[in-house]
C-alpha cells in the first residue's frame, strides 16, 4: 500500500471514535460538545495522529490501515482519560500495614508434594 493511501484511510480510522459517538446520540439533540473549539480541536489532532500511525506502520491493506487509524488515537484518548492511580489511605483495605493486607514479609506455606494426575483422579 503506498503511503498517501495509508495516511488518508488512518486519518479516517481516527474519526471513527468521535463519529461514532455522534451516530449513537442521533436520536436526540444535537450533542453541546459539537458547537466546542476543544472538541474540534481535539478531533484534528486524533486524524491527524491516526495519519501519523498508519504511515508509520506501513500497512498492507486497507482494513490494516483503518484499524492501526482507529486504534492509535483511542488507545490514546482512553489513557488520557484514566484517572491517576491513588494510593490508599493508612488503615484502609488492602493498604500497607492495615490487617489481613499482604505482606512481603509473610509468604505463602509451600505445598507438601506436586500435584499428580492420582490426586485429579481422586478429586
Known amino acids: 500500500m503506498d ?9 479516517l480510522g481516527g474519526a471513527v471514535p468521535d463519529v461514532l459517538r455522534v451516530i449513537g ?3 436526540g439533540p444535537l450533542p453541546e460538545y ?4 476543544y ?8 486524524v491527524i495522529i491516526g495519519g501519523l ?7 498492507g491493506t ?10 492509535a488515537p483511542e488507545i490514546l484518548s ?7 492511580v491513588r494510593p490508599a489511605p493508612p488503615g484502609a483495605p488492602g493498604a ?4 489481613g493486607a499482604p505482606s512481603l514479609q509473610t509468604a505463602a506455606p509451600a505445598p507438601a508434594r506436586p500435584a499428580t494426575l492420582q490426586d485429579y483422579w481422586a478429586a
Open 3 to 11: 503511503p498517501t493511501s495509508a495516511i488518508i484511510l488512518g486519518c
Open 25 to 27: 446520540s442521533r436520536y
Open 34 to 37: 459539537l458547537g466546542r473549539p
Open 39 to 46: 472538541f474540534w480541536f481535539s478531533l484534528v489532532l486524533l
Open 53 to 59: 500511525a498508519a504511515y508509520l506502520s506501513t500497512p
Open 62 to 71: 486497507a482494513v490494516e490501515a483503518l484499524a492501526i487509524g482507529f486504534s
Open 78 to 84: 482512553r489513557l488520557l482519560k484514566r484517572e491517576p
Open 96 to 99: 500497607p500495614g492495615a490487617p
